[in-house]
């Protein structure tokens, strides 16, 4: 059963990262042979039956040749991304090093796209080009299923895409409903600061009837469709982060959910992240006692 867990990761991830390395499954603990197989193993963002993907002709894109530069005054993906930054008068350019390493957790990503004329080296393609990183996910003594690092991981890295459901926010209601009765979630609610501003003119029908002050339009939902993220357990101090990554939906209400390393990881280190976010003092645990779990 692990072996052809194993393999039907990589059959089900050939198209959107050939190149990288290897998910495994272990279980040190006891004799379960791999997580249970209740959902669609995938990196692909799935589209709701209430949820339409953005006009492709919507999507813009730089006319760059070769690789986007920085300080270039022609990249329109450049130009995207440092309108975002000088919101708050922050002086930046892409939001990735030369390294590929993300320079600012605190603000959305616009990666180069299908529409774009730079080639696929470019610096502001990283996400797409898929997980460099070999994976492990391992069973624990008191928290369940977990992701691990099976080598060193440097600081602002990209992990992967946590794949899964874009539904509407009525619609994760509904869900969760349900959810609750099992015990375990893994709606993600599409909340990030960026997107607070005003209220989208073309969501569909299900969306219009919520108040126009609603600023949560879409979640995303592991729990049918997923991939090595939705074992990420939570820590009140993880090594990891949610980053909005937008690449080839050209509505900016739609981004991808994508996990970096917020520090150097050691191999062997378990890659976690907070299920709340930034926390105050009062909802965090000690290190050594946080459970996995929120506190309640």
Known sequence: MKDTFEQMICANTLNSEPYAPPVTVANPVDDEPCPPWEFLYTNDLKYGKHVRRGKPENLKGCNCIGGCKPGSTTCACLHRQKQYFGLFGINKEFNYDENGRYVNDEFPIFECNDACGCDEDCMNRVVQRGRQYPIEIRKTQFKGWGVFAKA???????????????????????????????????????????????????????????????????CVDAFHVGNFTRFLNHSCDPNCGVIAVHINEPDVFKPMLCLFTYRDVKAGEELTFSYAGIMTDEEVCPPALCGGHLLT
């Open 152 to 218: 060193a991981i440097p600081s602002n890295s990209f992990i992967g895409i946590y794949a899964g459901e874009l539904i509407t926010v009525k619609e994760s209601h509904e869900r969760g409903s349900v959810y609750d009765i099992f015990g375990r979630t893994y709606i993600f609610q599409l909340d990030f600061w960026y997107l607070q501003e005003g209220y989208r003119r073309d969501a569909p029908p299900q969306d219009k009837e919520m108040d126009k002050n609603q600023k949560i339009v879409f």
